[in-house]
């Protein structure tokens, strides 16, 4: 198949993109959850800069890494793949019949968390400490995707 020239440069610079932001969330995330993340270490974020920091970094990359993997690489690459852009969902379950995601239902309830420990976490520690284990339990799930889909662009000789 041959690739237009510009959607294939769009995919090369958004593989790079991804790359290193699954690099960075990796890093952030082994350093905020060498221990599980609790209630009391939610609490002491206003105390602890290092930490809040550390935190608003890995919720900053994991919401970033979601959204360029499912409203900037995924679209490309299905458009790559020959496929009709269609609405979010559309384009979900296709990348989950591709291999390319795990579920759609999931990618979803990862999107919702996402929201969650960004908004939610002001009024109460415990929600955003359950969030945070919870995205930290996600990440696997966002940096497979991306390496699917890497993958994907790679074994076509597209990047």
Same mark, same amino acid.
């Given at each position: 198949m041959?690739? !237009?020239?510009a959607?294939?440069?769009?995919l090369?610079?958004?593989?790079r993109?991804v790359? +290193?932001?699954?690099e960075h969330?990796r890093?952030?995330?082994?350093r905020?959850f060498a221990?599980?993340?609790t209630?009391d270490?939610a609490?002491?974020?206003?105390? !602890?800069?290092e930490?809040s920091? +550390?935190?608003?970094?890995?919720?900053?990359r994991f919401?970033?890494?979601?959204?360029t993997l =499912?409203d900037?690489l995924?679209?490309?690459?299905?458009?790559?793949? =020959?496929?009709?852009p269609g609405a979010f969902?559309d384009a979900?379950? +296709?990348?989950e019949?591709l =291999?390319l995601?795990?579920?759609?239902?999931?990618?979803?309830?990862?999107?919702?968390?996402?929201?969650?420990?960004?908004?939610?976490?002001?009024?109460d520690?415990?929600?955003l400490?359950?969030?945070?284990q919870? =995205?930290?339990?996600l990440?696997?799930?966002l940096t497979?995707a991306a390496?699917?889909?890497?993958s994907?662009a790679?074994?076509?000789?597209?990047?």
């Amino acid at each position: 198949m041959t690739l !237009d020239p510009a959607v294939g440069e769009r995919l090369k610079f958004l593989v790079r993109v991804v790359q +290193r932001q699954c690099e960075h969330l990796r890093t952030t995330d082994a350093r905020i959850f060498a221990t599980p993340f609790t209630a009391d270490r939610a609490r002491a974020l206003a105390s !602890d800069p290092e930490l809040s920091e +550390r935190v608003e970094a890995f919720v900053s990359r994991f919401a970033r890494l979601q959204d360029t993997l =499912g409203d900037k690489l995924l679209p490309t690459l299905l458009h790559a793949l =020959g496929e009709t852009p269609g609405a979010f969902i559309d384009a979900l379950d +296709r990348a989950e019949r591709l =291999g390319l995601i795990r579920s759609a239902d999931e990618w979803l309830t990862t999107r919702h968390l996402r929201n969650q420990m960004v908004h939610e976490y002001v009024e109460d520690p415990a929600i955003l400490a359950d969030a945070l284990q919870s =995205g930290h339990e996600l990440v696997a799930l966002l940096t497979n995707a991306a390496d699917a889909m890497i993958s994907e662009a790679e074994d076509r000789n597209w990047t």
